[in-house]
């Protein structure tokens, strides 16, 4: 069994900055990809970012390319999400999770198998 924990998230004003960072338990988050998700309020969850077992690849929604850098640490079984340039429309309940691939990044949160339970990012304008 996987658990998944975040932080870090909380109130920022537009054009700034946080990281948020998911710690595991388990022997094998290391092996598999990791992603983070975010759902506004009467929204569905949407997929943010992932980041392949070894850190070799990366993938992002287009939102947030250029804004946001997934990365991870496997000696710490965490991955992080540092967020700049953060807009309000960013602001949503952020959701780290575990996918059962290794190399390929799914971008369906159907394909995540183990979840976080999440951290509050708002940003004010």
């Known amino acids: 069994q996987v658990q998944l924990v975040e932080s870090g998230g909380g109130l920022v004003q537009a054009g700034g900055s946080l990281r948020l960072s998911c710690a595991a338990s388990g022997r094998t988050f290391g092996s598999y990809v990791a992603g983070w998700f975010r759902q506004a309020p009467g929204k569905e969850r949407e997929f943010v970012a992932a980041?392949?077992?070894?850190?070799?690849?990366?993938s992002y929604t287009d939102s947030v390319k250029e804004r946001f850098t997934i990365s991870r640490d496997n000696a710490k079984n965490t991955v992080y999400l540092d967020m700049n340039s953060l807009k309000p429309e960013d602001t949503a309940v952020y959701y780290c999770?575990?996918?059962?691939?290794?190399?390929?990044?799914?971008?369906?949160?159907?394909?995540?198998?183990?979840w976080g339970k999440g951290t509050q990012v708002t940003v004010s304008s």
């Open positions: 999770a575990r996918s059962n691939y290794m190399t390929t990044i799914p971008v369906s949160p159907d394909e995540y198998v183990f």
């Open positions: 980041i392949t077992w070894s850190g070799a690849r990366t």
